[in-house]
């Protein structure tokens, strides 16, 4: 009883119900044993007791917390960093964390609100759709610039009559963010960070099955490095790589990231240009070519 006037508010509408409906048949008692009664000779504590049981079933039915009563609730579910709400079957909030609040900008909400004042309309259509799921659901969704694990559990009574649910946001955007660089990078050329071959042949695949709906066309350019083997040789490795890096740079600043480009192996490079004429692909290529003619690399040896 301690613990349950210091709750919340709502908790204790419950509680002055359950308190009322004590007082009221031991009052009636006492009085007519000293004998202060409206009728002299008339117990009126059977009608004292049928007021109380009233009361007390307003209090059970109309807040119907005693299904769902919050266990150290300090301790647990405010000092985590999930948001937490859990909702009666009519989508109720029955409770919620400070940690939802925050990521909702709920700090406002109340005990006893609808869970659509709580939650975004977007992010209620998943809900929705959890709910109607016989067991524990969850699913990816994204909030703003975060995204959240989102997470609902029918819970059910000692009958197994459902009587709400529990839903949990775990932030994962940290995780999606690290999961994210880890695909690209597997995507791209590690020296030159242009797509590696494999990728740069799953996205000319993705263009030509494009064009063969949209009736478009798709010209191709292909490129290596005149006597690379004599700027490996000449030079090391490590003005080789100048030179290739030196040629992304190039291709990169002409094509401004219009086109597909990607390093096919070694020193040859291939060009993906969709819906562009032959003309333009060859106009393309000449001013790549133009330019790199006309691009000098200083290597470290020549300095040195």
């Not at 709502?10 to 009052?27: D, M």
């Not at 150290?72 to 009519?90: C, F, H, K, Q």
């Not at 259509?125 to 969704?141: G, P, T």
């Not at 880890?182 to 494999?198: E, F, M």
Request: aromatic letters at 8%; glycine letters at 6%.
């Amino acid at each position: 009883m301690k613990g349950l006037s210091k709750g919340h508010r709502f908790y204790r509408k419950q509680l002055n119900y359950l308190i009322a409906g004590i007082i009221i048949p031991a009052t009636i008692n006492i009085l007519y044993v000293i004998g202060i009664t409206p009728i002299p000779y008339m117990n009126f504590a059977t009608a004292g007791m049928s007021l109380s049981g009233l009361l007390v079933g307003f209090a059970l039915f109309r807040y119907r917390f005693l299904s769902i009563s919050p266990i150290a609730r300090e301790l647990i579910i405010d000092t985590m960093l999930d948001g937490i709400v859990v909702v009666n079957e009519n989508l109720h909030v029955v409770d919620i964390n400070v940690a939802t609040k925050e990521m909702f900008d709920a700090h406002s909400i109340e005990l006893g609100c609808k869970l659509v004042d709580v939650i975004p309309s977007e992010i209620m259509a998943h809900i929705e759709v959890l709910m109607k799921k016989k067991n524990s659901e969850s699913r990816l969704i994204t909030f703003k610039d975060k995204v959240f694990d989102l997470h609902v559990t029918p819970l059910f009574d000692y009958r197994s009559k459902h009587n709400g649910n529990l839903i949990m946001f775990h932030d994962v955007t940290e995780r999606e963010k690290l999961h994210h660089q880890v695909r690209q990078g597997a995507k791209l050329d590690p020296l030159t960070q242009i797509l590696n071959r494999k990728a740069l042949f799953e996205e000319i695949e993705k263009e030509r099955v494009r064009i063969l709906h949209t009736k478009g066309c798709l010209s191709l350019i292909m490129m290596d490095i005149d006597y690379f083997k004599q700027v490996n040789d000449s030079y090391g490795h490590e003005g080789g790589d100048r030179a290739i890096e030196m040629l992304v740079d190039v291709i990169n600043n002409t094509l401004n990231g219009q086109h597909i480009f990607g390093r096919y192996g070694g020193d040859e490079f291939i060009i993906a240009l969709a819906d562009t004429s032959f003309e333009k692909t060859l106009g393309i290529a000449r001013l790549i070519h133009t330019r790199l003619t006309r691009t000098s690399i200083v290597s470290k040896k020549l300095l040195s």
